[in-house]
């Protein structure tokens, strides 16, 4: 019976074990198995109920042990009940409400199974091998709190030794994707940007598709083995451009891109603050981004926007090929403009405007809502253009672009006479400047906004999320905000004047979603602005 409460109390910790590293593996797939990303979020003390698991596990080996010394039989049901409630709460953990789960991939899994067998050896090898029945327990319990309350450098031990495997999987799946290339050998455009490059990407894609089949990256498969993996799986013979949307979140990331997919055509969107937490200046953002163009080839194409003062420095600093400028009015160093452009709830409309004279204006409608949306279009006319397509052509592709997920993308209940507006993938000053625009723009009988705030923004997140509660009490009718930034949010439409009792702050997300249902009526317009990943959560 000892043996067996010995056992039982084993897989007790490793049920606590399990649902703790559950939440740290979650945490480390967000941030790209990354240990010093991890290391940051566990700095954040977004772990609060970790020593409640390692004080279970102490307690679990001290009441076991105190059964021991009576009965053998009581310490192996006392074990038993321990284990039947450790699985129980392992199962609330594992399913949990999330923004984005935990995915199993292979990788995934290896590191839950290293991780936990090499929490769980030191309990087992105490359990088996101390001397004396109850000096066994305590001690056990003892060296499972201590495996609990170190559980992260248990994930990152196994990182460590999983790398060289990992290391030789991916060149594998690069070899291939270089292969995959060579054979196909399509154009290749990138297209780098703190924001827009999703939305860029899917105007590229209708501008180019009339020329030949078009591969876009899908989704937000942005970061090197992403691009990887949309190469393996997506990409065939018969397409004969490719569009690459390239992430970074750091200098080095898209030149790595670049050096796998070697573009000869590159747009960078825009420069700003996105992911300024972890660049730390907007100089190194810039330096990122314009790693496109340091890897265009002489005969390439480099394409930005005039009018941002460190797009123009890039085009004229790094870019060693033809540069074509847009803006979104006319500039003095724009090579394409848009004139006498109209923002509306069912779409933007403008006239393309060329410096050469000899290029004919045209009129471009599209379903994109908002006018930071001219950008992206102007800049897939400028690469239609110098692929060979007409005006005419050019607008009638344009035509086609519909609005990427969650990305400003219009979500119509009629038989509850509602819209969405779902901008939720992410957030940034500019964007949420935008979708306040659109969202104004709307009729409506009541404007509502839902929002937990933006993130990754550093120092300046604080007076950015107070700024989007200054414009949004413009616009807005009611507030829905929900997480730690929503006082933020909500001291900047106070200051502004709003009214208080319009304000609703939820706990969490599903009391968000929870409170949209109940307050929602007919003729009421949601902006949905940013749905934060569980990391800032």
């Not at 021991?68 to 039947?84: N, V």
């Not at 194409?301 to 847009?326: M, W």
């Not at 599209?366 to 052509?393: C, D, E, K, M, Y």
């Amino acid at each position: 019976m000892i043996a067996l409460a010995a056992v039982l109390l084993v897989l007790a910790v490793g049920a606590l074990l399990a649902g703790r590293l559950h939440v740290l593996l979650h945490m480390l797939q967000q941030e790209h198995y990354e240990n010093a990303r991890l290391l940051v979020w566990i700095r954040l003390d977004r772990t609060r109920w970790a020593p409640s698991a390692a004080t279970a596990a102490l307690v679990a080996g001290i009441l076991v042990a105190a059964a021991a010394a009576i009965e053998g039989w009581l310490a192996a049901a006392i074990a038993g009940l321990m284990l039947a409630n450790r699985v129980w709460w392992a199962r609330t953990v594992w399913h949990r409400t999330t923004i984005k789960p935990l995915v199993f991939t292979p990788r995934a899994r290896r590191l839950f199974a290293v991780a936990l067998v090499l929490g769980l050896v030191p309990t087992a090898l105490v359990a088996a091998l101390v001397p004396g029945d109850v000096l066994r327990f305590v001690i056990a319990g003892v060296v499972a709190a201590g495996t609990l309350a170190v559980s992260p450098w248990l994930l990152f031990a196994a990182n460590r030794i999983l790398a060289p495997f990992q290391r030789m999987e991916t060149q594998r799946f690069v070899r291939a994707a270089r292969a995959r290339l060579e054979q196909v050998h399509p154009t290749v455009v990138g297209v780098s940007g703190s924001f827009g490059k999703t939305t860029t990407k899917a105007c590229l894609a209708a501008a180019l598709d009339p020329i030949g089949p078009t591969y876009p990256t899908p989704a937000s498969f942005n970061s090197y083995l992403g691009v990887v993996r949309a190469i393996n799986e997506g990409l065939e013979p018969v397409h004969e451009n490719f569009i690459v949307e390239l992430g970074a979140y750091r200098i080095g990331d898209i030149a790595a891109i670049c050096d796998l997919v070697h573009p000869s055509i590159g747009v960078l969107c825009s420069l700003g603050p996105a992911h300024l937490e972890r660049f730390g200046s907007m100089d190194a953002i810039e330096q990122a981004e314009g790693e496109l163009a340091d890897a265009l080839p002489p005969d390439g194409l480099f394409v930005t926007q005039a009018d941002d003062e460190r797009c123009l420095r890039v085009a004229r600093t790094r870019a060693h090929c033809r540069t074509l400028l847009f803006s979104a009015q006319e500039h003095p160093e724009a090579d394409l403009w848009a004139e006498d452009a109209e923002v509306t709830a069912g779409g933007t409309a403008f006239t393309i405007v060329w410096r050469d004279p000899t290029i004919e204006p045209v009129r471009v409608k599209s379903r994109l809502l908002g006018s930071h949306n001219v950008a992206n279009l102007l800049a897939a006319a400028a690469v239609a253009h110098h692929a060979g397509l007409t005006p005419p052509q050019i607008a009638r592709a344009l035509r086609r672009v519909t609005p990427p997920k969650h990305r400003l993308e219009p979500i119509v209940n009629a038989a509850a006479g509602i819209v969405v507006i779902d901008d939720s993938y992410n957030s940034n000053p500019v964007g949420a400047a935008a979708a306040l625009q659109v969202l104004g723009a709307h009729e409506a009988q009541r404007r509502i906004l839902v929002t937990p705030g933006m993130v990754e923004l550093g120092a300046e997140e604080q007076a950015e999320n107070r700024l989007l509660g200054e414009r949004a009490a413009a616009v807005v009718d009611l507030a829905l905000l929900t997480g730690p930034r929503a006082a933020d949010i909500r001291d900047g439409m106070l200051a502004a004047g709003f009214d208080a009792n319009a304000i609703v702050i939820a706990a969490d997300g599903p009391a968000t979603h929870a409170k949209v249902a109940e307050i929602g009526r007919r003729g009421d317009v949601f902006l949905f602005e940013n749905d934060i990943p569980d990391v800032y959560a």
